[in-house]
């Protein structure tokens, strides 16, 4: 079945009504061939009338963003051009946790009536108040569509069995995969992850079942290849035909994307915006994996300097800030992530229109190490140490302060089969050469660091601030 002229309908219709039937033809590449191949100046032609209605709705539904807004005189009628919007201030998980202090349980930004929501989820951080989510039914149905719609770029079909190796429980990630795989007419094994001794059976889950996509973080995806090498089982032999992920940086970085497609046999494709900014699929790379795409009639993301929050350009790093485009119940508008990452817009194999980070997102402001003036993140040391013949995967990275320098150790761990002190040496040359900084390096036998069945926590930061 084709569904003709979507873009027409995009530039008339807000919240859009997708047919709930529709699925392209089977060898069909394109979703929607109209929007996703559409010129630029289309694309901002559907984003700025989204953005309009976006806000529109924001303003007339929810006391946050009217607060926000009449404080400054702004109201949504000012939003001309999507230059326009580029002054509307930023929201940030901040201002959403106090929101949520002032007006609990639910805060004062959910614009359908409490007998409308549909699903509650929440943060699963462990520190501070947890932020609470409530999706309405229709924004839960859409968010499955353009799931689905995105996992059919990479190359997902209705005949795949997709694995969900992640908790399902507060984690949004989840459950955005869940029901994009169900709108897309795949069949799903929502296995889960977290409890003890859960990656064991899912070794033999695996075998057993034979699932074609894998779902979860890149850090667990080598914990149970780990598991399975452990078990005499080879990861191959599970069958992967694509492994995507989302959650941390890992699928976006060069040499561990290599890694786990050498270790499955399989294509691996990074994802992942953030939970508050849901359908959190709007980065995903298309299955020539030339870094994440931006869906921007899905969620319109700008990248903006880090300090003065203005727009940078193509090829320069900055803060991705992100505004789904199609939520009634809990609009976001211009929501700061505090990751960092470049974008460009050049095109792709793919012939989409939509820009990309080639690298993915590769680390957050407040998990940045400034070494002696050079900043640091751990996907960097990540690039490195996965790259070196006769290291496991697992590593650390433990800043401390003697005097007034900053030292940082990397730990990581060796499979024995090259000596120490020639793996010393390559480490450091490699970690100096594409930093400039000195490192300490610190061998471990395999198997000492912790290993974590969801997103991974390498900066261990043991300077005293205080002193
Ligand atoms: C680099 C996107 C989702 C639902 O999987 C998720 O992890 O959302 P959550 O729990 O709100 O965490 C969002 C943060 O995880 C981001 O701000 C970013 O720091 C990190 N993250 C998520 N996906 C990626 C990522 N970092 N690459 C990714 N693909």
């Known amino acids: 079945m ?48 989204k953005v309009q209605k976006v806000m529109e709705h924001a303003y007339n539904h929810s006391p946050f963003y009217q607060r926000k807004w009449n404080k400054i005189g702004l109201h949504p ?52 108040k947890p932020t609470v989510f409530s999706f309405g039914k229709d924004d839960w149905e859409r968010i499955a569509h353009q799931h689905a719609r995105i996992m059919w770029s990479f190359g997902m079909r209705p005949s795949d069995l997709v694995f969900i190796a992640s908790p399902l429980s507060l984690y949004i990630g989840s459950w955005g995969a869940l029901i994009g795989a169900e709108r897309l007419g795949a069949k799903t094994f929502p296995f889960g992850a977290g409890q003890t001794g859960q990656t064991e059976k899912a070794v033999s889950w695996l075998k057993e079942v034979k699932p074609t996509v894998f779902y979860g973080t890149p850090s667990y995806s ?48 990074d994802s992942g915006t953030m939970a508050e900014a849901t359908p959190w699929m709007s980065n995903t790379e298309c299955e020539h994996r030339t870094g994440v795409h931006l869906w921007l009639d899905v969620v319109y993301t700008e990248v903006v300097d880090k300090d003065t929050k203005q727009r940078v350009p193509y ?77 496991g995967e697992e590593f650390r990275l433990v800043v401390t302060r003697e005097n007034i320098m900053d030292e940082v150790t990397v730990q990581c761990e060796t499979l024995g089969t090259r000596a120490d002190g020639e793996l010393e040496v390559q480490i450091s040359r490699d970690l100096k050469r594409e930093t400039g900084v000195n490192f300490k390096i610190k061998l471990l036998p395999l198997g000492t660091l912790e290993r974590t069945q969801f997103k991974a926590k390498r900066v261990i930061d043991n300077r005293d601030f205080r002193s």
């Open 2 to 49: 084709i569904e003709t002229s979507v873009k027409n309908k995009l530039l008339h219709q807000w919240p859009p009504k997708y047919d709930k039937e529709y699925i392209p033809d089977l060898n069909e590449k394109y979703w929607y061939k109209d929007i996703e191949t559409a010129s630029r100046e289309e694309l901002d032609e559907i984003i700025l009338f």
């Open 77 to 128: 009628h000012d939003i001309k051009s999507l230059k326009d919007f580029e002054q509307v201030p930023i929201t940030t998980k901040a201002d959403i946790r106090q929101d949520l202090e002032e007006n609990p349980p639910f805060g004062s930004n959910v614009c359908v009536p409490y007998s409308e929501v549909h699903r509650i989820h929440g943060t699963s951080g462990t520190t501070g």
């Open 222 to 269: 080598l914990y149970l290849a780990e598991k399975a090498k452990e078990q005499g089982v080879d990861p191959k032999e599970f069958g992967f035909r694509i492994m995507f992920f989302s959650g941390e940086p890992g699928a976006g970085v060069r040499s561990t994307k290599r890694r786990i497609e050498k270790t499955y046999g399989c294509i691996c494709i």
């Open 315 to 391: 090829g320069g790093e900055g803060v991705p800030v992100y505004t789904p485009l199609e939520r009634t119940s809990q609009p976001v508008i211009r929501f700061w992530s505090g990751d960092l990452t470049t974008w460009t817009d050049e095109p792709c194999p793919c012939g989409r229109v939509y820009p990309r980070l080639p690298k993915g997102i590769y680390g957050r402001i407040d998990d940045m190490i400034t070494v002696r003036g050079v900043n640091v993140y751990a996907s960097l040391v990540e690039n490195i140490v996965r790259s070196i013949d006769g290291l």
